[in-house]
């Protein structure tokens, strides 16, 4: 179980969801303003106040770092592999979670660890496809998030291939993080998660199969976005 992998899934879902304007990573703010109004009118002693708006401060505190870390953190290391995985045929879709910035019409947005597909074309392009839920209850995602994203990148322009796991809720999953760049934008970080091992191994050896370059070693420290 990973506390730091709860606390950053915690924050990046608090700090998507609104209640009418107001994040609800922010929402301890109103709480602590609220306590120092019940304290002038002596609902409540001095201690009391002072103990309610550290805490507040805390909790705000702690999503804004993690939003500071992309809400996820990237631990490169060993992983077990399979020798000569098959080969993705082209087109072949590949189930992972996908964190990055994701574009539609025009549109570019951060989104962390959401149900996508990884794919690459005939003319070797590499696509990831994310999908967001339409929001539910009464708390929902910004407006305009529910839908198709996409994240596209050719393999010349891919600079750092490296696997290891990636911390976001309570369970680790095995991952690869690349970093590509253009012209337009530099070292954008994409990570993608994988549920099967089996089939991180194929989309590794895809990506790696025409980038000009090799696997990054494994480091024991933490690597953000």
Known sequence: MSIVGFIL?????????????????LVPLLFALVSSLIWRAGGLTGEQTALIIVLCLTLVLVTLLAKRQGFIVF????LSSSPNPPELA???KVAVRATGQF???????????????????????HIVM???????????????????WY??????TIREIEVGQVHFGL???????????TKERKAE??????????????????LRRDANLVTRPPQSAGSTP
């Open 9 to 25: 899934k915690a924050s990046y879902q608090l700090s998507r969801h609104r209640i009418g304007p107001l994040r609800l990573n």
């Open 75 to 78: 631990r490169g290391r060993q």
């Open 90 to 92: 082209p087109d072949e």
């Open 103 to 125: 574009e539609v019409r025009g549109e570019r947005r951060y989104f962390v660890e959401v149900i996508a597909d990884f794919a690459t074309m005939e003319t070797r392009e």
């Open 130 to 148: 994310g999908r967001m839920l339409a929001p539910r209850f009464l708390v929902g995602a910004p407006k305009g998030d529910a839908g198709w």
């Open 151 to 156: 994240i596209f990148f050719k393999p010349h």
């Open 171 to 181: 369970r680790d999953r095995p991952a690869i993080k690349l970093g590509y760049s």
């Open 189 to 206: 970080p994409v990570y993608l998660s994988f549920d099967d091992p089996f089939q991180m191994q194929r989309v590794l050896e895809d």
